[in-house]
């Protein structure tokens, strides 16, 4: 299992190499300025007196940085695996679970366990709260996604908002599909849908719909909401667009292709 860190720890170890590495940086650093910035005399005297915003600035780029390579997810996973436990009566083995590299805004972990169905959940889901889906059996109803939890669990960062992206409105499926963007699939958003009840009891996108990466048999493209005082699995078209049909942006293990948008 993942072991859950704070992001204070720190071993002795870890804080002598830690403190090299910012001295080599900043040597680092201080010959590229001195070797790059073309001034005179009166230059380099104004950024001597602007000392202390230089620090500043460059203490948030730091600090930024430093944050986006030790984001830590163990309490995420332990809380997927009291998740799992809570409502679907297992104990996956999350140890050896692939989590995707971090990047900055996606920090909501999705976990999916092995075996899971779409069938499954949304069962679970109906005991929770009034659900409605367009076709009762979502398993042979929706064509199986490039990401499934047949073969083992697997994991993937969304954005942690209420309602889906922004950024992704007006962008009907087959515009997504073009563009070759990763994007939450129904299995991934109906999971998302009772994790984020378990932690809130609230819904997610009250005011606008998820338009997820998954297809009906039929070729229509998969849609969530909460729409009516009821969770909402339904269709339209893949060459729809409007500005409250908005797919969520996934990272995933899978390599990002050429072209692909977050």
């Given at each position: 299992m993942?072991?859950?860190?704070?992001?204070s720890?720190?071993?002795e170890?870890q804080k002598v190499?830690?403190?090299?590495?910012?001295?080599?940086?900043v040597?680092?650093?201080a010959?590229?300025?001195?070797?790059?910035?073309?001034?005179?005399?009166?230059?380099?005297?104004?950024?001597l007196a602007?000392?202390?915003k230089?620090?500043?600035?460059?203490?948030?780029?730091f600090?930024?940085k430093?944050?986006?390579?030790?984001?830590?997810?163990?309490e995420?996973?332990?809380?997927w695996?009291?998740?799992?436990?809570?409502?679907f009566?297992?104990?996956?083995d999350?140890?050896?679970?692939?989590?995707?590299?971090?990047q900055?805004?996606f920090?909501?972990l999705i976990?999916v366990?092995?075996?899971l169905?779409?069938?499954?959940?949304?069962g679970?889901?109906k005991?929770q709260f009034?659900?409605?889906r367009?076709?009762?059996?979502?398993?042979?109803a929706?064509r199986p996604?490039?990401r499934?939890?047949?073969?083992?669990a697997?994991?993937i960062?969304?954005?942690?908002?209420?309602e889906?992206?922004e950024e992704?409105k007006?962008?009907?499926?087959?515009k997504?599909?073009?563009?070759?963007?990763?994007?939450?699939?129904?299995?991934e958003r109906?999971v998302?849908?009772?994790?984020y009840?378990d932690e809130?009891?609230k819904?997610?996108d009250?005011?606008?719909?998820?338009?997820t990466?998954s297809?009906?048999?039929s070729?229509s493209?998969v849609?969530?909401c909460?729409?009516v005082?009821?969770?909402?699995v339904?269709?339209?078209?893949?060459d729809y667009?409007?500005?409250?049909?908005?797919a969520?942006?996934?990272v995933?293990?899978?390599?990002?292709p050429?072209?692909?948008?977050a």
């Open positions: 993942l072991k859950t860190l704070t992001p720890t720190m071993t170890g190499k830690f403190n090299r590495l910012v001295e080599d940086i040597i680092h650093a010959k590229v300025v001195v070797s790059q910035i073309e001034t005179d005399t009166e230059g380099w005297q104004r950024f602007n000392g202390d230089v620090k500043v600035a460059v203490t948030s780029t600090v930024n430093a944050r986006e390579f030790t984001f830590t997810y163990g995420q996973v332990s809380d695996i009291a998740f799992y436990r809570k409502y009566n297992l104990d996956p999350l140890s050896g679970l692939e989590i995707p590299d971090h900055e805004g920090d909501r976990v366990a092995k075996g169905t779409l069938n499954q959940v949304f679970v889901c005991k009034p659900c409605y367009y076709l009762e059996d979502l398993d042979n929706i996604d490039d499934c939890a047949q073969n083992g697997y994991a960062w969304v954005r942690d908002r209420i889906a992206d992704n007006n962008q009907s499926f087959n997504r599909r073009t563009q070759v963007c990763d994007d939450e699939n129904i299995l109906v998302h849908e009772l994790k009840f809130t009891g819904h997610l009250i005011n606008n719909w998820t338009l990466s297809l009906w048999s070729g493209a849609y969530a909460w729409s005082d009821r969770f909402y339904g269709w339209n078209d893949p667009s409007f500005s409250n049909l908005r969520r942006s996934a995933s293990c899978r390599p990002k050429s072209g692909a948008k």
